[in-house]
Nanobody
Framework: QVQLVESGGGLVQAGGSLRLSCAASGRTFSNYNMGWFRQAPGKEREFVAA????????FYTDSVKGRFTVSRDNAKNTIVLQMNSLKPEDTAVYYC?????????????????WGQGTQVTVSS
């Protein structure tokens, strides 16, 4: 299995930027489709972005399109979520997740491996 550790969260003012990283160890990182999800207090976990094994297929939820960018470096076993123009509604715990399925997915239930999460707080 793969172990995932997120970093880069913090407190930022609205309009600011944060860069989240997810470092993977264990099995071959390039075997995994990867996703970013978030969960705000009192809300269900929601999809943010996903990237296929090769990096050629990428999905975003509508609310982050044009503001967030997901990328991966298979040589460094890392994925990154660059978050720009942050809004208070982006406040949540952000999780990276790994999936060994054939196709990159947007549903949390399809992901087998999860990190511990990193808190992102955007003040107004």
């Amino acid at each position: 299995q793969v172990q995932l550790v997120e970093s880069g969260g913090g407190l930022v003012q609205a309009g600011g930027s944060l860069r989240l990283s997810c470092a993977a160890s264990g099995r071959t990182f390039s075997n995994y489709n990867m996703g970013w999800f978030r969960q705000a207090p009192g809300k269900e976990r929601e999809f943010v972005a996903a990237i296929s094994r090769s990096g050629r297929t990428i999905f975003y939820t509508d609310s982050v399109k044009g503001r967030f960018t997901v990328s991966r470096d298979n040589a460094k076993n890392t994925i990154v979520l660059q978050m720009n123009s942050l809004k208070p509604e982006d406040t949540a715990v952000y999780y990276c997740a790994g999936d060994t399925g054939a196709m990159v997915q947007m549903r949390a239930v399809t992901y087998d491996y999860w990190g511990q999460g990193t808190q992102v707080t955007v003040s107004s």
